[in-house]
């Protein structure tokens, strides 16, 4: 994200010395102003390690529990703050934990530099302790990686990383460096930051003639829908796409790592999109004239069955990665670029409109919705507690100030669905690789990230459990995150399909749950587990008042479905409503 | 769409693990690559990386697409063969007491354009340069003559200089966002590089 470069460089030492590579790395990291780290150390990144001890002062390293936990908290840094994630491991077992988390950051777009420590360069292809290829295992799911294996490599190679990295379509970067390079002494003068790579062109250049076109399609529409994601808030665009829409009258709906961007109660804001979204923009996009996509990428989890998905429409797409045009929708005008950058360009030509008649269409499908589905999510008219109406007094305790982080399953698509979002960046969530086991960690990541904000991480009780270790990083750090497990004493998600879709034969998802109070009593975590409605309100206000992390278990209706539905294989305009 | 084979032309840095970054993304759409080639290019420091893959053009298109998404990568350019000059050549060895007892070989050699490379005492090395049908025609012409051993290079190809080209360089310039002069500035500010 060029347009969020973070302060560069001041970092010059008077006169050039000699020092290690890993303190030459560290001063690199001090000069693209970066202060937290998370981290694990070992053998292969000791030098590094080593060096770190003289900088706590400047850099907070955050010792986690496993690698996944340390580059998921990268992850959920980045994301709260819009900075680039630093994460630090060492070679062989190390550097293969963190692959979960990278092919997380290339799908999800996440901007962070993974430095692993590795064999020394003579022992490269030896099957040396703990040596392993991570250039290769890593090369498919990051933006681009590196192995150094000479010190003088290190300061270039880290300007390299960081531009990389921020710039452009945000993604993870790796940096392998052998240990003799770690420990090489070399002459430092400075900290040079990059800025052009000729063979990398971050964001592609604008075509005005592509603008005006674009303009005239949506001019000239009867009933054009704007669908946005993730690329708003990474371009930094949440003004530029606010003013986009109040002056075109569009109404507008999400994605899920888009969600936020125009605050829930915008009333240009129709809803999510995609498998379990709402029911206007859904059906709906079979039905619109000008689609316009900005920032998303067409998801299957957004558009269903391909081949019956806006067929009628033309379609818009503003995006900055060109292999995302036409990759999955045929468009009929491609905006390249940035659209920080396009958007302006085109809210200056297009009409004040305000499309009544269209918007009364979405309205009719939300208050349907509101009857079948989201009345009883909220409020509830059965004994059981349900997953929407924790979510439901969350919104009213937090008023959308909170910064929510959620794990995969039901309890993602109902948070996603009911909390009610003032800003962007204020629900982080693993979208496009589906990682259960993400929240927790990237809960701690945004808590570092956003260190004034309440930061609630909503769990299931599958994932929870798949990196409940890094309780012990919230213990040590001492930093509050309060977590809300919604106990439903299945593996939700995969239940309601086998539910649906294979006659009930519910293989393998009764998963069952430790004492999570006990668990986090013995990290020296508060907590309590509620059972009943009348409980439930002050369990989340003794949870949010409390200074420190808290553990809330929230025991939920078992067998409780998440609706409305594209079911896969159909088409958006087959959602079901129950 | 009609699967043909397509040769796609890449400039790249001269990068270690490009190779395999560029390698990947067939492989994870389970197409198979038929021909890789990597030499030196008309620019100095850049290399470039010749393709040859069966597939139709949407899918040839997005893989380019994602080809030239890699940091090193330049430009990415795809052609069918019409577009392109392209040769392939092979090695043939055959024992040298039958070319030299047999003057029928050496007229078939003469016929294929092969020409003689090595010629020892035991065996004869034998070279042609063609498209594939040339370079096969010649295995079955030596098969019966005792072929020892046989190779064939990878393809490399150049992009032809016609009509055809330019127009694909405009349905280029339709959907990329800067005209090609300025997309390929990087390249010394040579005119003409790409259009031959």
């Known amino acids: 994200m060029s347009t969020q470069a973070q302060p560069v460089l001041e970092a010059t030492t008077a006169e050039t010395r000699e020092i290690s590579g890993a303190e030459v790395l560290l001063r690199g990291l001090l000069a693209e102003g970066v202060d937290t780290i998370f981290g694990y150390p070992g053998g292969a990144i000791l030098p590094i390690y080593d060096a770190l001890y003289d900088f706590k002062e400047e850099l907070n390293h955050v010792l986690v529990r496993h690698e996944q936990g340390g580059i998921h908290a990268g992850q959920g840094y980045a994301r709260a703050s819009g900075k680039v994630g630093v994460v630090f491991a060492t070679s062989g077992p190390g550097a293969t934990n963190l692959i979960t988390g990278l092919a997380d950051a290339q799908i999800d777009s996440t901007p962070l530099v993974c430095i692993t420590g590795q064999v020394f360069a003579h022992l490269l292809g030896s099957d040396a302790f703990q040596e392993t290829d991570v250039i290769n295992i890593t090369a498919p799911v990051t933006k681009w990686n590196y192995q150094i294996t000479e010190a003088s490599e290190i300061p270039s190679i880290l300007a390299k990383a960081f531009y990389i990295a921020r710039s452009g379509r945000p993604g993870p970067v790796l940096i392998d460096i052998t240990k003799n390079a770690q420990l090489d002494k070399i002459p430092f003068a400075g900290y040079e930051p990059c800025t052009h790579i000729r063979s990398y062109r971050p964001a592609p250049v604008v075509r005005p003639q592509a603008v005006t076109q674009a303009a005239d399609l949506i001019n000239q529409a009867q009933r054009p829908l704007v669908l946005w994601g993730q690329g708003v808030v990474l371009g930094g665009a949440e003004r530029e796409f606010q003013a986009f829409i109040e002056k075109s009258g569009i109404p507008a709906a999400w994605t899920i790592l888009g969600a936020g961007v125009l605050p829930a109660d915008h009333p240009l804001n129709v809803g999510m999109l995609g498998m379990h979204g709402n029911y206007g923009p859904n059906v709906l996009t079979n039905e619109c004239d000008v689609l316009i996509a900005i920032g998303m990428r067409f998801d299957d989890r957004v558009t269903g069955r391909l081949d019956k998905y806006a067929r009628q429409a033309q379609v818009i797409h503003l995006d900055i990665d060109p292999s995302e045009i036409d990759k999955n929708v045929a468009t009929t005008v491609a905006v390249w670029g940035d659209c920080k950058q396009t958007l302006p360009m085109l809210t200056r030509q297009v009409a004040e409109r305000t499309h009544p008649a269209w918007r009364q269409r979405f309205a009719e499908f939300q208050a349907e919705e509101v009857d079948v589905v989201i009345r009883e999510a909220l409020f509830p008219t059965s004994a059981e507690l349900t997953m929407g109406e924790v979510v439901q007094q969350l919104n009213e305790l937090t008023q959308g100030e909170a910064i929510l982080v959620t794990d995969v399953g039901q309890h993602q698509m109902v948070t996603c669905r009911y909390a009610r979002l003032n800003e962007s960046r204020r629900h982080i969530t693993s979208g496009g690789l589906g990682t259960m086991g993400f929240a927790l960690p990237a809960a701690i990541g945004a808590k570092f990230g956003q260190p004034a904000r309440t930061v609630v991480a909503i769990i299931g009780d599958g994932g929870v459990q798949m990196t409940i270790q890094e309780l012990g990083t919230l213990m040590q750090t001492g930093i509050a995150v309060k977590i809300i497990v919604l106990n439903n004493q299945f593996l939700g998600m995969v239940r309601q399909w086998q539910e649906l879709f294979s006659a009930r034969r519910y293989s393998f998802v009764d998963i069952q749950s430790p004492d999570y109070v006990t668990v986090a009593r013995g990290y020296r975590i508060e907590g309590q587990s509620v059972t009943d409605r009348a409980a439930l309100g002050p369990a989340l206000q003794a949870m949010l008042a409390h200074p420190g992390s808290y553990m809330l278990e929230v025991m939920v209706a078992q067998e409780q479905n998440i609706f409305p539905m594209v079911p896969q294989g159909c088409s958006v305009s087959e959602i079901r409503l129950k | ?196």
Request: charged share 30%.
């Open chain 2, 1 to 196: 769409m009609e699967r043909q084979e397509y040769n796609i032309t890449a400039y790249t840095e001269n990068h270690i693990g490009l190779l395999n970054r560029i390698a990947i993304i067939f492989s994870r759409r389970k197409i198979n690559i038929e021909s890789l080639n990597t030499s030196p290019s008309e620019i100095e420091g850049i290399h470039r990386f010749n393709i040859v893959i069966t597939e139709t053009e949407e899918v040839v298109r997005k893989i380019c697409r994602h080809i030239e998404k890699q940091v090193e990568v330049l430009k990415v350019y795809y052609n069918t063969n019409d577009e392109v000059i392209w040769q392939e050549m092979a090695l043939y060895k055959v024992p040298t007491d039958i070319i030299a007892e047999r003057a029928l070989v050496e007229r078939l050699l003469r016929e294929n354009g092969a020409r003689a490379v090595v010629i020892r005492k035991d065996y004869t090395v034998f070279e042609t340069t063609g498209h594939r049908q040339e370079t096969d025609n010649l295995i079955r012409v030596l098969e019966p003559f005792g072929l020892i051993e046989f190779v064939r290079s990878a393809r490399i190809a150049i992009i032809k200089a016609s009509d055809g080209f330019h127009l694909k360089l405009n349905e280029f310039e339709e959907t990329q966002p800067s005209d090609e002069v300025i997309e390929n500035e990087y390249l010394n500010d040579r005119d003409g590089v790409f259009a031959m």
